[in-house]
């Protein structure tokens, strides 16, 4: 039986509304003097423009985010936008996304009600809260710090962390968040059992495509991620640049690539017997 291939592949931006982008500061630049090894992670230096590998950078606004509208309807595409459900000030200080960011908020709840995005969940935090890891260190990375699901993480953080960015996001946006998307692509199998307890079916990071329970992984293979870095550094032309590369592909979210992937098993399963 011929195999379904109208369903082509996902555009995903990860890290909206994290605080990654301002706090997650490194390098991977080093000099060696002699028998000593200089790393620029130290004190400044992974701050200037030259060195540093990711933060700081600004969030998208809500312009932005018409134009990123604009390009999707030139396209006929379709874009899962990964949402950190809160902003952390501090490890005893969450800020929810709507309240931090409500002019992108808004625009981000207009795309759901044109069909054009799809809100995913990515996670509460997206870091570290306890001890303030997240925060920049005076000699070091900070980037293990800014993975929200380790296995190291009590389940019971998992699960609240979980629990409370659904809420959030799917009280803000009024719609049920299905797609689930761990920070760094970290996570453990007690998260995902935790995860679909909350209603979310499909998990969207590079990992293998498999069912877990009653999740679909969709993994990578037909994904196209990107981050909202690559927006407020590329504007949107890089966006346009991407989309005229793929031209030729049929574009939807994650949850129906999921959908997809289930029917597809299906179906293989039929033919089996």
């Known amino acids: 039986m011929a195999r379904n291939t109208a369903v082509s592949v996902a555009l995903r931006i990860d890290d909206v509304g994290a605080c990654s982008k301002r706090y ?25 423009p030259s060195l540093k590998a990711w933060g700081p950078y600004r969030e998208m606004t809500g312009k932005e985010w018409y134009s990123v509208y604009k390009v999707l309807e030139e396209h006929h595409a379709k874009l899962t936008v990964a949402v950190t459900a809160a902003w ?14 409500p002019a992108e908020a808004a625009a981000l709840r207009e795309g759901v009600e044109q069909g054009l995005i799809e809100i995913a969940n990515h996670g509460l935090t997206h870091c570290v809260l306890k001890n303030n890891a997240f925060k920049s260190k005076w000699f070091s990375s900070n980037r ?36 689930f998307v761990p920070p760094g692509n970290v996570f453990t199998e007690a998260t995902v059992e935790i995860a679909q307890r909350y209603g979310l079916r499909y998990l969207s990071c590079n990992t293998p495509r498999k069912v877990h329970g009653r999740m679909m992984s969709v993994g990578d293979e037909q994904v196209l991620p990107f981050h909202d870095r690559d927006i407020v550094f590329g504007g949107i032309h890089w966006l346009q640049e991407l989309l005229t ?22 179906t293989d399963k039929t033919s089996e017997v």
Do not use: M
């Not at 952390?88 to 960011?101: D, S, T, V, Y």
């Open 24 to 48: 997650e500061v490194y390098s991977y630049r080093t000099w060696q003097v002699g028998k000593l090894r200089i790393s620029a992670n130290w004190l400044f230096l992974k701050y200037l």
């Open 88 to 101: 952390a000030q501090n490890e005893h200080h969450l800020i929810p996304f709507p309240e931090r960011f």
């Open 144 to 179: 293990p710090f800014h993975r929200e699901f380790w296995n190291f993480i009590p389940i019971q953080t998992h699960e609240e962390h979980i629990r409370r960015a659904q809420d959030i996001l799917q009280e803000y946006f009024r719609t049920d968040i299905v797609t």
């Open 245 to 266: 590369k793929n031209k030729k592909r049929k574009f939807c979210f994650i949850r129906e690539l999921g959908e997809h992937y289930l029917q597809q098993q299906a």
